[in-house]
């Protein structure tokens, strides 16, 4: 059984009560990962199954190749997503959600959805 006594949490009240303050850069850093808009719309895209990486970029707009070639390392470092490279000529990759992305898809899918049905909304209120 682990001794709780010393165990200094972030914050005395609200959402980062319950976690222990030597966690909190470890959390910040994850939440960083996973919130970045490529990230999310990576996720939300591999939900129909394994794609090839030009066909992850033909179906996330604007996303440069450096940039999709950066976020799938981080994914796949973190366990969201796998590669599979297949021994054949020309050699074939494929990216997936792994079963942790997978725990996270019904979460991106619900912010994307917020935010295309508040799109008009948040358009007015920057203007």
């Known amino acids: ?3 709780s006594v ?17 966690h909190m850069a470890f959390i910040r850093q994850v939440l960083d990962r996973v919130g970045d808009k490529w990230s999310m719309l990576i996720i ?3 939900e129909d199954g394994p794609l090839r990486y030009t066909d992850l970029q033909r179906q996330i707009p604007g ?7 950066h976020t799938l390392r981080q994914l796949k470092e973190d366990g969201l997503i796998t590669r599979t490279a297949y021994a054949e000529v020309p050699p074939r990759v ?3 959600l792994a079963p942790l992305g997978h ?3 019904e979460i991106v899918m619900q912010l994307i959805g917020w935010v295309a049905d508040h799109h008009d909304e948040i358009r007015a209120n920057r203007a």
Not at 7 to 21: D, K, Q, V
């Open 103 to 105: 725990g996270l898809h």
């Open 44 to 46: 939300a895209v591999l």
């Open 94 to 96: 494929e990216y997936a």
């Open 63 to 69: 996303i440069s190749q450096r940039m999709l070639t």
């Open 1 to 3: 059984m682990q001794d």
């Open 6 to 22: 010393g165990t200094e949490m972030a914050a005395a009240i609200g959402p980062c009560a319950s976690i222990p303050a030597d």
